[in-house]
Each structure stands twice: as structure tokens, then as C-alpha cells.
């Protein structure tokens, strides 16, 4: 990783306070990162699996949830053969072409135009 991660991203969920955050159980948080809906790192003292608090959005019920489009964007990074540090470290640097970071044009919507960049990485 050519990136100090720390330095691109300011705030980080253990998955136990990402389970609380959500309102879910720890099984369902597990199956998250199982199925790729959201993806972390293994950091800090304790080696303790973590993930981005950015990937939180409000919720319609006033609550939280994941970015909806954030699994499928991740797939298509790891489909581009991206490691998963690879892909946090894609999603927090400010790309030219969307002229904001990745994952903060996926929080505003912009998931055609985060995928069609993705796309092109090789």
C-alpha cells in the first residue's frame, strides 16, 4: 500500500460498534463484510478488523445504513484485482475526474460515474 490509510481516513468502526451503529446483530454485521457490502482493514493496537465510518449514510427511519451502491463498487475494484487496502485506499484519494473523493460521490449518489472510473483502473 503506498498510502498511510490513517492519513485518508479520520474515523474508523470496529464491527461491534458497527452493529450498534446500524441497530443490527453481530451475525449481520459479520455477513457484510462476508458478502462484500462493506470492507476494512485489520488496525491498531489489537489488530481489530475496522471500517470506515464514512461508509454510514442516514437511514430513512432517522437511523443509519450502509452506502446502497458501496458492495457493488467494491466488487468491481476487486474484480480490477485491487487488494482490499487497495480499494480503501482508491475510494479516500480524491480523483480528478469525479473531482471529490470515490466513496464521497457514492455518498452523493454518483454511482455511475464512481463505477465507469473503477472500470478503467488496471
Do not use: H
Request: a negative charge; hydrophobic letters at 45%; charged letters at 30%.
Amino acid at each position: 500500500m503506498s498510502t498511510d490509510l490513517d492519513a485518508l481516513i479520520p474515523s474508523w468502526l470496529t464491527l461491534p460498534d458497527l452493529a450498534e451503529r446500524l441497530g443490527v446483530q453481530f451475525p449481520r454485521v459479520r455477513a457484510l463484510v462476508r458478502d462484500r457490502a462493506v470492507v476494512g482493514v485489520k488496525r491498531g493496537e489489537r489488530a481489530a478488523f475496522q471500517v470506515p465510518e464514512a461508509f454510514l449514510v442516514p437511514a430513512e427511519d432517522g437511523g443509519e445504513e450502509v452506502i446502497a451502491t458501496l458492495r457493488g463498487t467494491v466488487v468491481v475494484l476487486g474484480d480490477q484485482g485491487l487488494s482490499d487496502e487497495e480499494i480503501l485506499e482508491w475510494l479516500f484519494t480524491p480523483e480528478p475526474s469525479l473531482r471529490v473523493a470515490p466513496v464521497e460521490a457514492l455518498r452523493a449518489g454518483r454511482r455511475a460515474e464512481v463505477r465507469r472510473v473503477a472500470q478503467t483502473l488496471v
